[in-house]
């Protein structure tokens, strides 16, 4: 395991793409500073910020959860960027592009849990071993 949550692959993309969407957030209308631009961007943020609080935290099932946390947050972000699209607030090729940033980011979240759950359900001595 990490020593840190900066040294976790997962949270420098996480964070990378977040600065992403607040670049491609900045002109959305107006009207929208309280909708898509700031559900976006809380989403964007979310991702990165439960990773390093999971990674903070003792009971190593506490991380799994907060890793679930980034993981919907994650995709909540992908539906709001579909959204924007659809609506011409982004372009698609930046859309195509942040998209593809966020599966890298999907799949970095899916291997860290999934391996987490092994890890959990690994037992430290074999039961099946007789002295």
């Known amino acids: 395991m990490a020593r840190s949550y900066r040294d976790l692959v997962v949270w ?4 990378l793409l977040a600065t992403h ?5 900045e002109n959305f209308p107006r ?3 309280y909708g ?4 976006s961007r809380r ?3 979310s991702v990165p ?3 390093s609080e999971g990674q903070g935290r003792l009971p190593p099932g506490e991380f799994l959860h907060f890793l679930g946390q980034a993981r919907g947050s994650l995709l909540e972000l992908d539906t709001q960027l579909a959204i924007a699209c659809d609506l011409g607030y982004l372009k698609p090729e930046t859309h195509t592009e942040l998209d593809r ?3 890298q980011v999907l799949g970095l979240l899916n ?16 039961r099946s071993a007789k002295p």
Request: aromatic share 4%.
């Open 12 to 15: 420098q993309k996480a964070r």
């Open 101 to 103: 940033e966020g599966y």
């Open 111 to 126: 291997r860290l849990i999934e391996s987490l759950q092994r890890k959990r359900s690994t037992p430290l001595i074999s």
């Open 49 to 51: 910020s439960n990773i």
């Open 36 to 39: 898509l631009t700031s559900q």
């Open 21 to 25: 969407v607040y670049r491609a957030t």
């Open 43 to 45: 989403a964007a943020v």
């Open 31 to 33: 009207p929208e500073l």
